[in-house]
């Protein structure tokens, strides 16, 4: 399996990891753990795994999003929900949404099952953990018994180790975590710039700065999009992305991701047009090369 073929197969199929996002069982369930609603649940629930670091591991690890931002929240989270009680809050809270956006008669099917043998090949077919912090702190956790939780287990094993390795490739580019951010908006193909800039916790001069850099650098233009060199830097940069995730793939190999595919696009389909996503979350554009 080639590593282009691999990332599409790991982008087809990152909806059904992030759903985790987005679902009000998620922050229900780690509110009543004890952690405080809105931006401390999503900090506190996705890095949970890694145990009780402080913010400047959480920063690392997230990289897009601004540390004065993580700062207000990590550690003070630990100290209302320990690490242990938020991981399980969060996977029952996905075996929830789970079984409220498909039924019982989908979590519990054979294709489920099925999908969640293949999808765990490739998610135990990883190397290592070197240089993958985020996804050293999922590769920890037990695995669940329940075949559509296992499912999403694995799916946040890859796209963890493939965020981790993505953080490499911008890295290798030169670029910020902030002008990673600013690039990919740039893209039309991820956040739509008011969103990533407010989500992400950015402050319009800062914004502003580092758009200022890139343009110095002819990685943006006048306009605030990408120049030649700036596309080809992003194309280098998702090129480099799918190169250091294609191990767990090529373990399950081309036949098993093509069947994973064909058993989980109806169940993908079937969580957007349940609304999980809001409409004007992303970009407009819909990238055909990848």
């Avoid at 402080?54 to 920063?59: K, L, M, R």
Wanted: glycine residues 10%; aromatic residues 8%.
């Amino acid at each position: 399996m080639d590593a282009h073929s691999a990332g599409r197969t790991a982008r087809s199929l990152e909806l059904l990891h992030s759903l985790s996002y987005f679902v009000p069982e998620v922050e229900e369930r780690l509110v009543e753990a004890g952690l405080e609603p809105g931006r401390m649940c999503y900090f506190a629930g996705r890095s949970a795994p890694m145990g009780a670091v402080g913010p400047g591991v959480v920063a690392a690890t997230f990289f897009t999003f601004s540390p004065a931002v993580i700062e207000a929240i990590i550690p003070r989270a630990w100290d209302l929900a320990p690490p242990s009680a938020v991981v399980a809050a969060r996977y029952r809270a996905v075996d929830e949404a789970f079984v409220r956006l498909l039924g019982e008669a989908v979590t519990k099917s054979p294709e489920m099952a099925e999908a969640a043998e293949l999808v765990s090949i490739a998610a135990r077919g990883m190397p290592g953990v070197e240089g993958r912090p985020l996804y050293a702190g999922y590769a920890s956790v037990e695995w669940p018994d329940s075949p559509h939780l296992t499912f999403w287990h694995s799916l946040t094993l890859l796209r963890e180790y493939r965020g981790d390795g993505h953080l490499a490739a911008l890295q290798t580019a030169g670029l910020s975590g902030l002008e990673s951010l600013i690039t990919h908006t740039a893209t039309g193909f991820g956040f739509q710039e008011k969103f990533a800039q407010t989500r992400r916790g950015w402050t319009r001069e800062q914004w502003d700065s580092a758009c200022g850099n890139l343009r110095d650098r002819e990685i943006l233009d006048a306009r605030g999009e990408l120049t030649a060199e700036g596309r080809e830097l992003r194309e280098l940069v998702e090129d480099l992305t799918d190169d250091l995730a294609l191990a767990p793939w090529a373990a399950l190999g081309e036949d098993g991701a093509a069947r994973v595919l064909e058993l989980a696009t109806p169940w993908r389909k079937a969580i957007v047009a349940g609304g999980v996503f809001p409409a004007w979350l992303f970009g407009p554009k819909v990238d055909p090369s990848r």
